[in-house]
């Protein structure tokens, strides 16, 4: 008699179609009502995720305490005292509304329990039927893991775009329509100055971001720009970075001039242009400097900083300080780091020759 083929065990078959499910939210940017307190929600969340809780932090934190010491039953019927009456019709028209707005949404809370259960059965009684995300969040970001996990091993080719400072490589990422735009998910240019006004998401968010734009990336080339493994205080998955540092380079090229000038907009003309005060922003640069002052030493250090104090004092340009930090910091560093990776350096040149090259590479072969 021959052998009965191998079964996968009934929980393995489950959690694989619950991650096949999972994946394929993700990748059709299904909109998600997340009813998870404020606080879960900032911690962790998907893109195209909106919040509209069904306990907010300091009800969900009543209703935990509760639980822990009077059990289940109890914590469940303060959670419906907590919710009622006109709280509970409010939270119920916002579901609505946004449903209304995104008829193909799902509704999930942390593993697809009893929050999101009872939101699905709150707006069944107003007529409105919406299905819920299997295992919730705790499903999605498993997915999001998975596929951060594999991604570098799946046959894609992956190219980095590497660039002294002010050469325009993320310009450049975002004009391809291959590429994934790192520094955009983290919020953060990369740099010892590259800070937002508005701060950096959670790492579970920047994972879950990054994974969702993989899965709807669907070229046979992925471009990079070169970043550390840190971009802010978020570390890119470990297997990215170490394939991002095997990948093959292509080098961006500008001129001192043309590199200041586009760090002088991006860094100073376009965030007071948007409103930021100049004294915020002086001092913003300030710190930044400071954090890394022992690296430049201090007669380097110190004329940094008062040519920066006379820019923003309208003693001097912004020109002064930013060629200073390039040629006695950034360049120096860089020239370090390019000896490094000379040997994968396959192109080199302007960003239309660039753009031109990536763009050729991207044709099927």
């Known amino acids: 008699m021959p052998p009965l083929p191998n079964k996968r065990p009934s929980g393995q078959l489950r959690e694989s179609h619950a991650r096949n499910a999972a994946q394929q939210l993700l990748l059709r940017g299904t909109p998600l009502l997340d009813v998870r307190a404020p606080l879960e929600f900032a911690q ?9 809780p069904i306990l907010n932090d300091q009800e969900r934190a009543q ?20 919710v009622s009456g006109t709280v509970k019709a409010e939270r119920i028209d916002a579901w609505l509304q946004f449903l209304t707005a995104h008829p193909s949404a799902r509704i999930l809370c942390w593993r697809g329990g009893q929050r999101s259960a009872l939101a699905q059965q709150w707006l069944g009684t107003q007529g409105c039927d919406v299905e819920r995300v299997p295992g919730g969040y705790k499903a999605l970001r498993r997915a999001c893991l998975e ?43 990369g740099s010892a100055f590259g800070a937002h006004v508005e701060p950096q998401p959670y790492p579970a968010s920047f994972e879950n971001s990054l994974a969702c734009a993989y899965l709807q990336h669907q070229q046979d080339v992925l471009v990079l720009e ?74 380097l ?11 923003f004092n309208g003693q001097g340009s912004h020109e002064a300080w930013v060629a200073c930090l390039l040629e006695g910091y950034y360049d120096p560093m860089y020239d370090y780091q390019l000896s490094r990776k000379e040997e994968r350096i396959r192109f080199r040149g302007s960003m239309r020759a660039v753009e031109d090259y990536l763009a050729e590479l991207a044709q099927p072969q």
């Not at 998907?46 to 509209?52: G, H, W």
């Not at 209703?63 to 907590?82: N, P, R, W």
């Open 44 to 52: 962790g969340a998907v893109p195209n995720s909106t919040n509209l």
């Open 301 to 311: 250090y110190a004329e940094i900083n008062s040519l920066l104090n006379a820019a």
């Open 147 to 189: 596929t951060l996990d594999t991604a570098p091993g799946e046959g894609k080719r992956w190219w980095v775009v590497a660039g002294r400072t002010g050469v325009q490589k993320t310009v450049l990422i975002e004009r391809l329509n291959n590429s994934i735009n790192l520094e955009k998910l983290a919020r953060h240019r």
């Open 226 to 299: 070169d970043e550390s493994r840190t971009i802010g205080r978020l570390a890119l998955p470990a297997s990215w970075h170490v394939c991002m540092q095997q990948a093959p380079l292509v080098l961006l090229e500008a001129s001192p001039q043309e590199r200041v000038q586009h760090i002088v907009e991006e860094y100073v003309s376009e965030p007071l242009a948007a409103g930021e005060p100049a004294h915020a922003l002086e001092q913003r640069y300030a710190d930044s400097l400071q954090r890394i002052s022992r690296r430049l030493g201090g007669v």
């Open 63 to 82: 209703v935990g305490t509760t639980y822990k010491h009077s059990g289940s039953a109890a914590a469940a019927a303060l959670g419906h005292k907590l």
